[in-house]
């Protein structure tokens, strides 16, 4: 999985959480599969990760979008 691939998929399961506006940035972490999705939107900035790598579903990657957001509220 790629930049672009959980770029998409985190922008979608955003809109499916409400978060309209926001600017979502998708940067490689330290390790190799890991991503940093950075969340800029009305409520404030939020940072989430991303463990993924080949062979992952876009489902693992939706999964793990909606746990972490939904920790943070």
């Known amino acids: 999985m790629n930049q672009i691939d959980v770029e998409r998929i985190a922008q979608a399961a955003l809109r499916e959480l409400g978060v309209v506006g926001a600017v979502v940035t998708v940067t490689s ?14 409520a404030g900035p939020e940072c989430l990760r991303i463990r993924c790598g ?7 990657v939706r999964q793990q979008i909606f746990d972490q957001y939904a920790a943070q509220r």
């Not at 972490?29 to 009305?42: L, T, Y």
């Not at 080949?54 to 693992?60: D, H, V």
Request: net charge neutral; hydrophobic share 30%; charged share 20%.
């Open 54 to 60: 080949q062979g992952s579903t876009a489902q693992w």
């Open 29 to 42: 972490d330290a390790r190799p599969g890991e991503w940093r999705v950075n969340i800029q939107g009305p």
